[in-house]
């Protein structure tokens, strides 16, 4: 990991000019089962999500409208690609109970929840080249979670990827194989993707939410950064 570099290309502040992505990292963490105090805390924040959003009107809450727009506006059709944040509330809405994962993907789906925006998270440990948000040029290779079949994301399409690997396609849609965040796993960045009206403000909250409870849960160093147009970039 020495010496990686982490970016988000020209090209997507040029389409999303006020887009933020908020990056936790986490070293030398002890990941594992979650405590039943994380558990109970994932319950609670499911609960009060059903009390405060409607399945039937969703979609018109506006830190969830932005992420449809946005995708009606790259050529993804949000009913067929939902952004990440729409497809968990809507599992949670059903009255299903999120599986507990592990501790650090827990956190992610916790502080997800309590801020109503998306958050992802890859394992650091395993990379070897520098990682990016850009847009595909189409040779890339992807693999999907719980699949063996490599796709080919669709050229401009915002893709997260380490070299020429995607590491999710479609901007904050779809996870690969390659770095989920596992039980052994010692190292992550935590991906928490802000359009408006989430505020500047509301973004820098929930990053440190994600740090705090990292810490209180997993232990090891944390820190996070905020990029954005006028910072696109940071070390790993």
Not at 85 to 107: K, M, S, T
């Amino acid at each position: 990991m020495k010496d990686l570099t982490y970016s988000i290309a020209n090209e997507v502040f040029a389409r999303f000019p006020e887009y933020r992505r908020g990056v936790v990292l986490a070293y030398e963490v002890k990941n594992g089962d979650s405590s039943p105090e994380l558990v109970e805390m994932l319950r609670r924040e499911e609960a009060l999500a059903r009390e405060r959003l409607n399945a039937e009107t969703l979609t018109a809450e506006p830190r969830l409208a932005s992420w449809r727009e946005a995708f009606r506006q790259l050529g993804y059709k949000p009913g067929d690609n939902r952004p990440s944040i729409e497809a968990l509330l809507r599992r949670v809405l059903r009255g299903q109970e999120l599986p507990a994962i592990n501790a650090l993907v827990d956190i992610g789906n916790i502080v997800s929840l309590r801020h109503l925006l998306p958050v992802g998270s890859h394992a650091i440990d395993v990379l070897a080249q520098d990682i990016a948000l850009r847009p595909a040029s189409g040779g890339e290779e992807f693999v999907a979670f719980g699949s063996e079949a490599i796709e080919n994301p669709l050229p401009g399409e915002f893709v997260f990827v380490e070299g020429s690997k995607v590491l999710t396609r479609r901007w904050i849609w779809r996870q690969a194989n390659h770095t989920l965040t596992l039980p052994q796993t010692t190292a992550v960045e935590f991906n928490l993707d802000a359009l408006p009206p989430l505020a500047a403000a509301d973004l820098e909250a929930a990053a440190k939410d994600v740090k705090d409870l990292v810490e209180r849960f997993c232990g090891g160093q944390t820190r996070f950064e905020i990029l954005c147009r006028c910072q696109p970039y940071m070390k790993l």
